[in-house]
């Protein structure tokens, strides 16, 4: 059973915006923020986690680590009939970081990591040479603003 944030209560959603800015937050640290037992703060980090509320943990990096390389989102259009397949080959390109099917201009949204323009550019070959990719656009991220 999954539960959508808006269907939580005031609790739980501050525990998890406590742990969004530091998920490293110590069980104490938390139950003494939210002024509730240890146990409360176990118990539901347990039902969060359970439900698929809270799907993981994760290392955020610093940006002068990320930006080692260079990021780029690519608004990609793809024709209907071939789109399950395009998700396929997407699958297999180990540079693309995350992909959204998104409503608007462009079917998808791409977001790559590339460790110079050289590879970007033919890492945006490979995609614009995919059957059933018609459009790509390509931004290149120059910095985060903000980082949440």
């Known amino acids: 059973m999954s539960a959508r944030l808006d269907l939580l209560d005031e609790i739980d959603r501050k525990l998890i915006s406590l742990l969004q800015v530091s998920a490293r937050e110590s069980v104490a640290e938390l139950a003494r923020q939210l002024g509730v037992a240890r146990t409360t703060v176990v118990a539901r980090l347990a039902r969060l986690e359970k439900n698929n509320v809270i799907a993981g943990y994760t290392v955020r990096l610093g940006q002068d680590i990320s930006n080692s390389g260079l990021r780029a989102y690519v608004g990609i259009t793809v024709e209907a009939k071939t789109a399950r397949d395009v998700l396929k080959r997407f699958k297999r390109i180990p540079e693309v970081e995350q992909l959204c099917s998104v409503s608007g201009e462009f079917d998808y949204v791409a ?23 018609t459009k790509t656009t390509t931004s290149i991220v120059l910095s985060r603003k903000i980082d949440r």
């Open 111 to 133: 977001w790559l990591r590339a460790d110079s323009a050289e590879q970007l550019d033919r890492l945006l070959d490979e995609i614009g040479e995919i059957e059933g990719v």
